[in-house]
Nanobody
Framework: QVQLLESGGGSVQAGGSLRLSCAASGYIYSSGCMGWFRQAPGKEREGVAGIDSDGMTTYKDSVKGRFTISKDNAKNTLYLEMNSLKPEDTATYYC??????????????????????WGQGTPVTVSS
């Protein structure tokens, strides 16, 4: 059984940093895509960053240069380093995984459709 467990969320002031972690159990990262998504109250879920099994990364335009996605295969853990945080980054952040690399691109990355496994989410609040 695959389980994804996020941690690292919290409250910070604008300009601050947070590092999110996603511990994956039962998931084999040898192929596929893992990503970070977020959903703010009253808004649709959106893709933030993705990384496929070849190490290629994808980012939402508004976080490019501020967020970095990475993975530690030995620890089976996905990370999202978030710097220069803005109030508009406030949302619940979710880790997701799927068995196809194309999930890290296009509409699947944007919407999260097609990802088979999801974590419970970790909240991030950025105050101005």
């Amino acid at each position: 059984q695959v389980q994804l467990l996020e941690s690292g969320g919290g409250s910070v002031q604008a300009g601050g940093s947070l590092r999110l972690s996603c511990a994956a159990s039962g998931y084999i990262y040898s192929s596929g895509c893992m990503g970070w998504f977020r959903q703010a109250p009253g808004k649709e879920r959106e893709g933030v960053a993705g990384i496929d099994s070849d190490g290629m990364t994808t980012y939402k335009d508004s976080v490019k240069g501020r967020f970095t996605i990475s993975k530690d295969n030995a620890k089976n853990t996905l990370y999202l380093e978030m710097n220069s945080l803005k109030p508009e980054d406030t949302a619940t952040y979710y880790c997701a995984a799927g068995t196809n690399k194309w999930l890290c691109r296009g509409a699947s990355f944007t919407s999260g459709v097609g990802y088979k496994y999801w974590g419970q989410g970790t909240p991030v609040t950025v105050s101005s």
